[in-house]
């Protein structure tokens, strides 16, 4: 989870010289989260740790119920079962909003996983950041309520944004589906109003975080591809962590150039952008002016399931040219699998075959002789996935665990503010 395995990797080089222990009860928790290592054995295995460290890191996380009593562990071949130990249920929650340019599904969790709440509340994000944000806030107070909740038992508050996001600063940066987003400071905005850390990523990010999870370390890195609104992408890497660089703006492909389409302009102000030409907008324009006559992104849809030769057409050939960014991410960053989202790629097989026929034969055999693409095992619930497993990871990270247990700063104040 996050950078777990790094830092157990760190705990098994530095153990001789008193390795952090707030690193150390972060590492614990997020072992125990993972579900593989759940017994006092099974930590002193995983981290190298004596097991009196092992025993006083888990004192402490139970002291804060961050973790407990999960039973008897698994039959071993010697003696009886052993204590286990899992995330506490009971903590408090995570607060998801997954925003997208039309709508907004939102989640209610706890730290073991457990959806207690969700709503959709249709905000266009055309309508402004405060309209948005205090329409989310509010179905947030409205979920908590109405689970005999209240703002103290939020732990984390996870935003998925559909643009540029700087998540160090929790801001939109120029977003082009956005307007009026550019430098709002989200993370601030709900971290006044319920007093706890605020994480606020790109969409995609937390659609690739989220897929990558669901395979429980297999196929990384992953590259996650979004063709819909706009084009993303998002990436984790073979350690499974997640991608961003050095401003956030990792794996963004939605605006890489097209030389065959230098006059196709794009939202951001650019000509030649991939948003330009494989969006869903994009493509409903080539297929109106095709058939010359307006054609709706919903259109677009039904026209496509139809098998209508225009729209086939345009969007293979929108497909073709996806694949051709794809290809030269592949021979760079060289993941394990593709997964293919959003709505257009799930009516039809052409984009996936497209796509996938242009990686095979435009990468280098290197790159692509173990590479599989596919659809989003996820769908629609990537999203939610992905910012729930963020929130989990922010609560047990280092900084997560400090605040949480006081370790090191009773007056810490959450990360939004």
């Not at 969790?109 to 944000?133: H, M, W, Y």
């Not at 007093?195 to 395979?215: P, T």
């Not at 493509?283 to 095709?290: E, H, I, K």
Request: glycine share 10%; with cysteine.
């Amino acid at each position: 989870m996050g950078s777990l395995w790094t830092e157990v990797g760190l705990l098994h080089q530095e153990q001789n010289l008193a390795p952090d222990a707030v690193v150390a009860r972060s590492v614990v928790a997020r072992l125990i989260a993972d579900g593989t290592d759940t017994t006092r054995t099974d930590l002193v295995k995983a981290t190298g740790l004596a097991r009196s460290t092992i025993e006083n890191h888990l004192s402490v996380l139970l002291d804060h119920d961050l973790i407990e009593d999960g039973g008897l562990g698994p039959q071993s071949n010697r003696g009886r079962p052993a204590q286990a130990f899992r995330i506490s249920a009971g903590k408090g929650v995570i607060l998801v909003a997954d925003v997208s340019s039309r709508t907004t599904r939102l989640a209610v969790t706890t730290l073991d996983k457990q959806i207690v709440a969700r709503d959709e509340i249709f905000t266009s994000v055309d309508d402004g950041p405060d309209q948005v944000l205090d329409a989310i806030a509010s179905s947030f107070e409205s979920m908590l309520t109405n689970n005999a909740l209240s703002e103290k038992d939020a732990l984390v508050i996870s935003v998925g944004l559909p643009g540029p996001v700087d998540a160090k600063l929790g801001i939109a940066v120029r977003p082009p589906l956005m307007p009026g987003w550019d430098g709002i400071g989200v993370c601030r905005f709900f971290a006044q109003r319920f007093g706890c850390d605020v994480i606020v990523d790109n969409d995609v990010n937390l659609m690739a975080l989220g897929e990558a999870r669901s395979y429980r370390g297999e196929f990384l890195p992953l590259l996650m591809i979004s063709i819909g609104t706009g084009v993303g992408g998002g990436f984790v890497s073979e350690s499974g962590l997640l991608l961003h660089g050095a401003d956030g703006a990792a794996a963004d492909i939605g605006h890489t150039k097209v030389p065959a389409m230098l006059d196709a302009l794009c939202r951001c102000g650019n000509h030649g952008c991939l948003e330009a030409v494989a969006s869903l907008g994009a493509m409903a324009d080539r297929v109106s002016g095709l058939r010359k006559k307006p054609v709706s992104e919903g259109e677009l849809f039904d026209l496509l399931v139809r098998g209508d030769p225009t729209t086939v057409s345009v969007v293979r050939e929108s497909a073709t040219i996806v694949g051709q960014a794809v290809a030269d991410l592949v021979n760079f960053c060289n993941p394990a699998r593709i997964v293919l989202a959003g709505a257009i790629t799930q009516c039809t097989e052409d984009i996936l075959a497209q796509i996938r026929s242009v990686v095979y034969q435009q990468a280098q055999p290197l790159a692509t002789r173990n590479l599989s693409l596919m659809h989003s095992t996820l769908g629609n619930e990537a999203g939610l996935i992905g910012g729930m497993i963020s929130g989990i990871e922010q609560v047990l990270s280092p900084r997560g665990i400090a605040y949480h247990t006081r370790h090191s700063d009773s007056t810490m104040l959450p990360l939004g503010l």
